[in-house]
């Protein structure tokens, strides 16, 4: 069955530590990969997105990812957190096969100030 | 904000009743998708409306039905309401009816009683 994992469910680091949320998928055919942030009591906003080219995306607020195909992974990273960044990540994937948008289970990113 | 929006934001009723939650996509936007989130389930997809006509089916139960509407905004019924109904409900829209980014609306908190 087609699945996205999130490895971590809880991460909880001090301001200016990096950051690595790890991303996989099991899907066939041509995928295209998004990582959202639902902050709290907000909705989804859309992090960053890979649909082709170069493997390594950079999104908004710093984040990037790096698609490797290979591994099929998508993990998001960001080199000096804030405690802004307070938020829960979800990786999401939607397969050319089935036109739907599957999400992980997500990480909830707690930054200590 | 993503230019997605959802009515009403909170929602409170009871058992067995039927509630409709409205949606209306970004400009220019043809394709609407419904989203529900839990606690245990996490993010799930329900259905998929593209330019008025059903595209795709998720977990959808067969008490919860939607539809889009000529001007494109779409609506989502569930009735015979249960207590694990209660969730937040997402709206989303894209351009089209393919691999397209989603971007998500505000969602609306159902809670049974």
């Known amino acids: 069955a087609q699945s996205v994992s999130q490895h971590n469910h809880h991460v909880i680091l001090s301001e200016a530590a990096s950051l690595e949320l790890g991303c996989n998928y099991s899907?066939?055919?041509?995928?295209?990969l998004f990582w959202y942030v639902q902050y709290p009591g907000q909705h989804l906003q859309l992090l960053l997105k890979?649909?082709?080219?170069?493997?390594l995306v950079k999104g908004i607020k710093g984040f990037e990812a790096e698609f490797i195909k290979s591994k099929f992974s998508f993990n998001l990273r960001k080199p000096s957190v804030q405690w802004s960044d307070t938020a829960e990540y979800f990786c999401?994937?939607?397969?050319?096969?089935?036109?739907?948008?599957?999400f992980g289970q997500g990480t909830t990113l707690q930054v200590k100030p | 904000d993503s230019g997605v929006t959802q009515t009403p934001k909170h929602l409170i009723t009871a058992t067995g009743q039927r509630v409709t939650l409205r949606c209306s996509p970004r400009?220019?936007?043809?394709?609407v998708y419904w989203y529900q989130q839990s606690l245990d389930q996490g993010l799930q997809f329900l259905i998929q409306?593209?330019?008025?006509?059903?595209?795709a089916k998720g977990n959808i139960l067969e008490r919860f039905s939607a539809q889009q509407f000529p001007d494109l905004h779409s609506e989502l019924n569930l009735s015979s309401l249960e207590l694990g109904d209660s969730a937040l409900y997402f709206c989303?829209?894209?351009?089209?009816?393919?691999?397209?980014?989603?971007?998500f609306g505000p969602g609306t908190r159902l809670t049974v009683l």
């Open positions: 899907y066939g055919g041509t995928v295209n």
């Open positions: 999401a994937v939607i397969s050319s096969n089935t036109g739907k948008l599957i």
């Open positions: 989303a829209s894209s351009t089209s009816s393919g691999t397209d980014t989603q971007y």
């Open positions: 409306y593209y330019n008025g006509e059903e595209r």
């Open positions: 890979y649909f082709s080219g170069d493997p």
């Open positions: 400009s220019g936007d043809l394709s």
